[in-house]
Structures are given as C-alpha cells and as structure tokens.
C-alpha cells in the first residue's frame, strides 16, 4: 500500500507535468496524461489477472506472495522510472 502510494504520486506528478505542457506547447500531451494513468493502471490490474488474483487490482486484503512480489517490483519500477523521466523534462525546461 505504502508503494502504491508513492507509485501514483509520481503518475500524478507526471500527468499534472503533461497538462501544463499541453497549455503552453503541446495540446496531444493532454491524452498523453490520461494515457499515462490508464497504462498505469490496466499492467497491474491485468498482471494479476494472469496470475489468477480472485480481485486482480486490489491494494488491501490478501493476494498471493507471488502477486504481492510483483507489485512490489511494479510500483517500484514506476516509481524509480517516473520520477527520472520527470526530473529529466523538469531539468531540461528549466535550461531553456
């Protein structure tokens, strides 16, 4: 639960990060942030489907150690992933 919400911290941050974009420059970068969350979403949810979650998507109740790993790694992942592209973008419009 504690990596799920820092995972989508960082989904939001992006999201927020692509809308403001979308006002100044890019007006595609608007679905692009939706996408974003959409994406997020549907990998863990059908991820644990494949493993045969009874509630795939669940953050609290009991899920199998093997579901419990993997979204573990998941939210990590997004985290660590998310949070480099984001500051790699903030970095490169503050240069400009």
């Known amino acids: 639960m504690i990596l799920y919400r820092i995972a989508i911290l960082t989904i939001s941050s992006i999201q927020g990060f692509l809308v403001a974009k979308s006002i ?3 007006p595609v970068c608007f679905w692009f942030g939706g996408l974003v969350y959409v994406i ?3 990998i863990i949810f059908f991820t644990q489907f ?5 509630n795939p998507g669940q953050l609290l109740g009991v899920t199998s150690t ?8 998941y939210y990590s992942a997004v ?3 998310g949070y480099q592209w984001l500051a790699r973008e903030l970095n490169k419009d503050a240069k400009l």
């Not at 093997?66 to 790694?73: D, K, R, T």
């Open 40 to 42: 997020f979403t549907w």
């Open 79 to 81: 985290f660590f992933f």
């Open 24 to 26: 100044e420059k890019k």
């Open 66 to 73: 093997l579901a419990s790993l993997i979204s573990i790694i």
């Open 50 to 54: 494949l493993l045969g979650e009874e």
